[in-house]
């Protein structure tokens, strides 16, 4: 509340105890600055050391695993990076319902170097060159951030705009729907209204984007969690050019399709690549 209070750091904690008298619903704002580096070895404690050292890629490729990137052309830092304070503790191995993640009111202001476009959650608005300001317009558990080379592509639906942020020279999909390229917008809110049906959900937000992330970003399944790093409020991160995800070749899908269906005469280009698109 504007003044300065003595606090104790413990490794990634900052705890604050020391003359804090707060009444049942009074509220307090704390501000602080902080600057430092990753320590990716703090990403997935609960994560077995056999588990970590598994091999990631096809065949004799083996990728180096990776959960956080700040370099001079690209960042990306998601919630398990533990860059953006929230509330509450991480992880413990003492007891993990520990960790209750809260709604936070996120507003991120991002300034790099001039040519690079950063991605987050909520309303983007380009201040200057280089300098972004994000503003979400719901509370959420969690943010993420990614600063690259990105341009975008998008699509109207009916009451959401759907995306996708991609790495400039990786739009290698833009050729292979020639023939339901004029459905595509349909096909997607057909589709996204069918999920939310599915599973009696709805979308709060207004905004939903794949974006393409490097393929050495590895994410681990936990039983205390719903969902993996891939997954993040308003977006899907997609391994570069959809690395270890054979339904994003779409082209080699579309050829197989063309041996599977010899015989089946009634099964058009059309058709072909509207299975394509639907099994992705």
């Keep these: 509340n504007g003044s300065e209070i003595s606090f104790l750091r413990e490794k990634h904690l900052i705890i604050i105890s020391d003359n804090v008298n707060l009444e049942p619903g009074e509220e307090a704002k704390v501000a602080f600055s902080y600057g430092g580096s990753i320590d990716e070895t703090l990403c997935y404690l609960d994560i077995d050391e056999k588990t970590m050292q598994e091999k990631y890629g096809k065949f004799v490729i083996n990728v180096d695993k990776r959960f956080a990137f700040i370099t001079p052309n690209y960042v990306l830092l998601t919630p398990e990076a533990n860059w953006y304070p929230k509330t509450g503790v991480t992880y413990s191995s003492e007891n993990v319902s520990w960790y209750q993640p809260q709604f936070i009111n996120f507003n ?66 833009v050729h292979s729907f020639k023939e339901i390229n004029d459905t ?27 974006v393409e992330v490097p393929a050495q970003f590895k994410t681990f399944k936990r039983s205390w969690k719903s969902s993996q790093e891939y997954v993040q409020p308003e977006q899907v991160l997609i391994p570069e050019k959809g690395f270890m995800i054979n339904a994003v070749d779409f082209e080699t899908q579309q050829k197989n399709m063309q041996r599977w269906r010899r015989g089946d005469n009634n099964m058009t280009p059309f058709d072909m690549e509207l299975r394509v698109f639907e099994d992705f």
């Design 108 to 173: 991120l202001e991002v300034k790099t170097k001039s040519g690079l476009q950063a991605v987050s959650q909520g309303n983007v608005n380009e201040v200057s060159e280089g300098q972004f300001k994000f503003e979400n317009d719901h509370p959420l558990t969690q943010i993420t951030l990614a600063i690259g080379n990105y341009k975008q592509k998008t699509v109207e639906g009916k009451d959401i705009k759907f995306g996708i942020w991609y790495l400039e020279g990786h739009d290698f999909f």
């Design 184 to 210: 595509i917008p349909s096909i997607i809110n057909e589709r996204f209204e069918d999920f939310e049906r599915t599973y009696n959900l709805n979308y709060s937000f207004s905004r939903f984007s794949l």
